[in-house]
DNA sequence: CATATTCGGGG
DNA sequence: GTGTACGAATATG
């Protein structure tokens, strides 16, 4: 019955697929082959080989505001040879231009197909490298794949120095070398051509970059599903079906599941059975046309789990511009594509660019909502969820509106940080697809790619695995890190060098071209043996110095607004990210430009200039009692703001460039603890209050999972309690208060719960921890427990070892929870380094007896 | 203490 | 993607 419906709907939807070939079959009669030029704006881009041609596929939005592909197979693959013998050039152009290599490759159907490889055309070009002009032999080939095989060949040839530019990814190369920006305006000349498709297919003949105009609000569909999962255990989408599917976009919201039960809500849609579910995602993503389909982790959860299931019904999940399928790829699952659709994982763009300009330590979608958006996830219990679904299905309800609030949360995640990634996705000329997907230092190696195309600058090859095993080596000194005195401190002025190391690179000329040049014997780095040319600037000094002066043009710009203009200053701050990330760039061991000595001269440089403001401050009758890489901390004393001011010009009248250093605010007080079990001040651990009360916490572990509610808690209140009403009494009073209470047994059990997650199944544990010690435990009474299940635990009363107290909270019934542990092993330890600063040892916190002679401690 | 593994995110 | 994340934290030898 299902089966022959389902026979109809695709009988149906190839009618309908009929009918829109038929229809631009119609167009194009209507067109009569006449050459048009359009402009569209391309955000997602495809490359195959047809006929032994490499051919580009270009998906985008046309002028007209609809969906459009645009086929450009004029770009010719090529790589660069630089010869050893400059005079040889000529001969070797024609040996080459005379390469050619046949391969038979089986297709499916067994039938022997033939590809060819081979050199069309050589060229002599020059390039920039090391500083100087090199001749080189462009070498055309006729598809990308021929670039790896006739490269290799060339190689090998004695009169080959080496070879260049054949580890570029194609798109990559198309992109740069055609000049087109993704998302913005590009005008193509050609002609409609009938082909199927989702939306118009037009065929170039040529193509070029239109203006910088950038598309506006991409059409976004946020969406995310509930999976059957019981006992909490780690995720099967073998097993376990999709239960529910949320969407959301504009003016438009979604639920649609399996079982069906009362409702008013119009969102909620049912269908019979998961195979529906499955045909219903279809359709919605082909009626709401998204550009943008957007889910959290859904490169690692959702996608992945849908195809799996879609597989097993055998259902096509063919959602791409041209029907193509999601493809899902990377050994960790951790690239959902689909052709003509650019699909976000938000989490993917927020952990590895926003993160950085966050306070969350967690990356949950709730945690992140709450500190980008406002709001969190709605509260349900989803350990029920799968026992609701079988028995209860009148209480459905709540999980499906917790579902679609999912969905409206990707979706205004997504629309928040939408500026940020369209910004890096100019600049660095990369599709937003891949820019959602980046690290730091595969954005800034592809703003190179760009920046080496502009100066005609030859691209250094990528490492090999030998090099990349080599570097991986190599350890240089860091930052200089300051050694606190433990102690509390009051008015304390921060300083700061803006842009340290960018500054430093742009200043010292520090690039691979300009270490230890032959022109001039340039100023030495401090503790190094090497020195940066002082007459040429160096090729990432240049694009360093082009952010920084780009940077400055936008802050101006952002200063004349009276409004907070959210593009502005998602560009300002990628050319920021941008430009702090060529450091670590230069010492990452993939890197293209990568330059061990330029990474060891910018920390050295970096380590210089922070002493060197140490000792000033130290003339200027400051006390410096803390500074970390670019900052310092000092004790204002008798001085006063006009002090400060003045040390600062002081200065910066003597720094380079556009070296600067800042005032970055001043702090009422704040609080350095020592190391655990030593006399000398931890490093990276401190608190302090803003004059406007903000408490800033760096480096305590108060957020980490396998601690109890209750010593998080009391962290956190302590330190208020001693910076902001600096009262370590009320503090004291207050740690015992707790530690009372733990002793009373009357803090609720929510907040002595531990929580640890089971890494592996319980069989395979060595060492028993209390975790695993419930976890066998709940396995006895059938509770299916396995690798990813969430143990949550308390520590009860009674003799023997700590994991064999262990209990989960269902066990307890009448019993006590073990209150010294709860103050030995967890309040204690979270407070001790903080009281400890005034001499107030760890007997004296968990004694019973109430302190007579606190007044000795101040 | 060095090396191997696993985790995050998701239900 | 001219492919095979990544960096930290934890567990094991």
Redesign the pocket.
């Known amino acids: 019955m299902i089966q022959s419906l389902f026979r109809r709907i695709n009988l149906f939807i190839n009618i309908a697929l009929f009918l829109k070939i038929f229809d631009n079959f119609i167009n194009l009669a209507l067109l009569g082959h006449l050459m048009a030029k359009i402009q569209f704006y391309p955000y997602d881009l495809d490359y195959k080989e047809v006929d032994n041609n490499s051919v580009v596929y270009l998906f985008g939005r046309s002028s007209k505001g609809k969906r459009i592909t645009v086929i450009d197979d004029t770009f010719i ?1 090529y ?1 660069l040879v630089k010869s050893k013998q400059e005079g040889d050039f000529d001969n070797l152009m024609t040996k080459i231009g005379k390469l050619k290599l046949e391969e038979d490759q089986k297709s499916f159907s067994g039938v022997e197909k033939q590809i060819n490889y081979e050199v069309l055309k050589t060229e002599n070009i020059t390039k920039k490298s090391s500083g100087k002009e090199i001749n080189l032999i462009k070498v055309y080939v006729n598809n ?2 021929a ?2 095989k006739i490269s290799k060949i060339v190689q090998e040839w004695d009169s080959i120095k080496q070879i260049y530019e ?8 198309y992109l740069v070398d055609k000049g087109i920006t993704p998302i913005t305006l590009v005008e193509v000349e050609g002609e409609f051509i009938a082909q199927k498709s989702r939306g118009e297919v037009f065929k170039a003949k040529s193509i070029k970059q239109f203006s910088e105009d950038a598309i506006k609000e991409p059409r976004m569909l946020g969406f ?4 059957y ?1 019981p ?3 780690a ?1 099967e989408p073998d097993k376990y079906p999709i239960i529910m599917v949320s969407f959301y976009g504009k003016d438009y919201e979604k639920v649609i599941t399996w079982k069906k039960f009362k409702t008013n809500e119009k969102y909620i849609e049912f269908v019979d059975s998961e195979v529906e579910l499955i045909e219903k995602i279809k359709e919605v993503i082909e009626h709401y046309k998204p550009e943008a389909l957007v889910g ?2 859904s490169d ?2 959702d996608l992945p789990y849908i195809e799996t299931r879609a597989k097993k019904y055998k259902i096509k999940l063919d959602l791409g511009l041209d029907y193509s399928n999601l ?1 899902i ?4 699952k ?2 959902a594509k689909i052709k003509g659709i650019m699909h976000l994982d938000i ?1 993917s763009f927020i952990r590895r660019v926003i993160s950085r300009t966050m306070k969350t330590e ?5 945690s992140v909502s709450e500190e980008l958006l406002g709001e969190k996830k709605i509260d349900v219990d ?2 029920r ?1 799968s026992d609701v679904w079988d028995n209860k299905p009148k209480e459905l309800e709540i999980y499906c509106k917790y579902n679609l609030k ?1 969905s409206i949360l990707v979706y205004n995640l997504a629309k928040k940080v939408m500026p940020n990634m369209l910004e890096l996705v100019k600049i660095v000329g990369m599709l937003p697809y ?1 820019v959602a997907r980046m ?1 730091f ?2 954005l800034v190696e592809s703003y190179l790619l760009n920046q080496s195309y502009i100066f005609n600058e030859l691209i250094p090859s990528r490492p090999n695995h030998e090099d990349i095993k080599q570097r991986r080596m190599i350890t240089y000194k860091g930052a200089f890190v300051y050694e606190p005195k433990a102690g509390m401190y009051e008015n304390i002025a921060i300083l700061d060098y803006r842009s340290l190391y960018p500054t430093i690179i742009s200043s010292h000329n520090i690039s691979p071209e300009t270490l230890d040049c032959t022109c001039c014997g340039g100023k030495k780095t401090p503790d190094e043996k090497y020195w940066f040319c002082e007459k040429k600037k160096g090729f990432i000094p240049l694009v360093v110095d082009d952010l920084i002066t780009r940077r400055m043009r936008i802050k101006e710009m952002i200063a004349k607004k009276d409004k907070k203009d959210a593009v502005l200053a998602a560009r300002s701050e990628a050319l920021k990210v941008l430009a702090n990330s060529l450091y670590g760039y230069y010492g ?1 061991f ?1 890197a293209r430009w990568y330059c061990m000595e330029c990474a060891k001269s910018i920390t050295a440089w970096g380590r210089y200039y922070i002493h060197n403001v140490i000792d000033k401050a130290e003339k200027a009758g400051f006390k410096v009692i803390y500074s970390d890489t670019d900052s310092v901390f000092l004790l204002m004393g008798n001085l006063n703001k006009k002090d400060i001011d003045k040390f600062i010009s002081q200065i910066n009248v003597e720094l380079p460039g556009l070296m600067e250093l800042e005032y970055e605010g001043l702090y009422t007080s704040g609080i350095f603890v020592s190391m655990k079990g030593k006399e000398t001040g931890a490093k990276k651990k401190y608190a302090m209050i803003s004059e406007d009360g903000t408490l800033k916490i760096t480096g305590f572990e108060t957020v ?1 999972r396998n601690w109890s509610l209750v010593a998080k808690n009391v962290q956190k209140k302590i330190l208020e309690m001693i910076l902001k009403e600096k009262d370590v009494e009320k503090a004291l009073k207050y740690v015992k208060k707790i530690i009372d209470e733990l002793r009373k047994n009357k803090v609720g059990i929510e907040k002595v719960m531990i929580s640890t ?1 089971l ?2 199944n319980v069989e395979d ?3 028993i ?1 209390p975790h695993v010690a419930v976890a066998k435990r709940m396995k006895g009474k059938g509770i299916d427990v396995g ?2 299940s ?1 143990i949550r635990y308390v520590i009860m009363k009674g003799k023997g070892m700590i994991r064999d107290r262990a209990r989960m909270v269902e066990e307890i019934g009448n019993e006590k929870y073990d209150s010294d542990y709860y103050i030995n092993h967890q309040v204690v330890p979270a407070v001790e380094s903080i009281f400890s600063v005034f001499n107030i040892k760890k007997e004296d916190i968990a004694s019973e007896k109430e302190q007579s002679g606190l007044s000795d401690f101040f």
């Open positions: 693959p790589f990308y794949k670039i790896s054949h580890d570029i990814p194609f798109l990559r190369r995310d599903i509930e999976t999962n006992d909490g255990k995720i959290y982790f690692g959860f493809s790829n990377g050994r960790d951790t690239d989490f967690r990356y949950d979608l709730s989803l350990e969820l999912d891949k690290g230092s595969q990452f993939g980490r997650q890494k592996k544990y060595i060492q921890g690798a990813g969430m």
